[in-house]
């Protein structure tokens, strides 16, 4: 299996070719971004690699104790956390329960302070506009942070295989 250094010079190597070949396909700069920043992301800190203590994990900084529980709850290499759109769904999932925790407890102290807080009702509208005004960059983000995984289990595959195949060849030397 790859280290973290050669998984992040991966992503960085396929960085410039995944803008290129989004860009061509979709002449637009914001879907582009969109794809390359979510790749860029998945890659460094959204990886499957987040269920061992590895690289990934330690750049959440301060907030790395969230992928605590998710460590504990998954086997290194398992399926739904290197297994292809599972992982990411899983990954997407999991943090939107950390955020939703975070907006509760948000709301919390702004009752606490001012007597107001955020509601889904009020800000509906809002929302729904936005989600349809940036729908393509949406699928755009949802495409880099998978495209960000597959590098990541597809080397991992590839990394296995080569040192599997290389063993019985160094055991033959004399
Ligand atoms: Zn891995």
Redesign the pocket.
């Given at each position: 299996?790859p280290s973290g250094a050669t998984?992040d010079r991966i992503t960085l190597i396929s960085l410039p070719i995944v803008t290129g070949l989004t860009l061509l396909a979709s002449r637009s700069a914001s879907i582009t971004l969109s794809l390359a920043g979510s790749f860029l992301f998945s890659g460094l800190m959204f990886?499957?690699?987040l269920d061992i203590y590895s690289v990934q994990f330690k750049r959440w900084g301060i907030l790395r104790w969230i992928w605590r529980p998710y460590q504990k709850s998954m086997r290194?290499?398992s399926w739904l956390s290197?297994g292809p759109v599972i992982g990411t769904l899983i990954r997407l999932a999991y943090l939107g329960c950390w955020v939703a925790i975070g907006i509760a407890l948000w709301n919390g102290v702004a009752m606490l302070n001012h007597g107001a807080f955020w509601s889904w009702h009020s800000t509906q509208p809002q929302i729904q506009s936005f989600a349809l005004q940036y729908f393509w960059q949406g699928i755009a983000i949802l495409a880099g942070l998978e495209l960000g995984a597959l590098s990541?289990?597809w080397s991992?595959v590839i990394g296995s295989t080569w040192k599997k195949w290389r063993k019985p060849r160094r055991k033959g030397r004399p």
């Open positions: 299996m998984h990886g499957p690699d290194h290499r290197h990541h289990s991992d």
